[in-house]
Nanobody
Framework: QVQLVESGGGLVQPGGSLRLSCAAS????????IGWFRQAPGKERERVSC????????IYADSVKGRFTISRDNSKNTVYLQMNSLKPEDTAVYYC?????????????????WGQGTQVTVSA
């Protein structure tokens, strides 16, 4: 059974850093495209980054380019989102998501499997 568990969220000051982890079970992350999404109150859900299987091509939302880095550790079956230079507008619940057919090139189709989310709060 596909399971995704996010961790690493918390409260951080503006300009600070957090590293989110997405621990996967039931599949091998190097064979799936996996996205990081976030949702804040009053805002639409936003995909912030995505990492592809195979060659590992990476996509970032314009809002996080230059600040966030997505990566995978296949030996740990985990995908990470390193978040630097955090801003208050980064405050949201962050989710990782995937499914067998999901591809980072999709712009409208959402993955089927989601983690429970981890709260990131950026505040002075």
């Amino acid at each position: 059974q596909v399971q995704l568990v996010e961790s690493g969220g918390g409260l951080v000051q503006p300009g600070g850093s957090l590293r989110l982890s997405c621990a996967a079970s039931g599949f091998t992350v190097d064979y799936y495209d996996i996205g990081w999404f976030r949702q804040a109150p009053g805002k639409e859900r936003e995909r912030v980054s995505c990492i592809s299987n195979g060659d590992g091509a990476i996509i970032y939302a314009d809002s996080v380019k230059g600040r966030f880095t997505i990566s995978r550790d296949n030996s740990k079956n985990t995908v990470y989102l390193q978040m630097n230079s955090l801003k208050p507008e980064d405050t949201a619940v962050y989710y990782c998501a995937t499914d067998r057919q999901y591809a980072c090139i999709f712009t409208t189709q959402a993955p089927y499997y989601w983690g429970q989310g981890t709260q990131v709060t950026v505040s002075a």
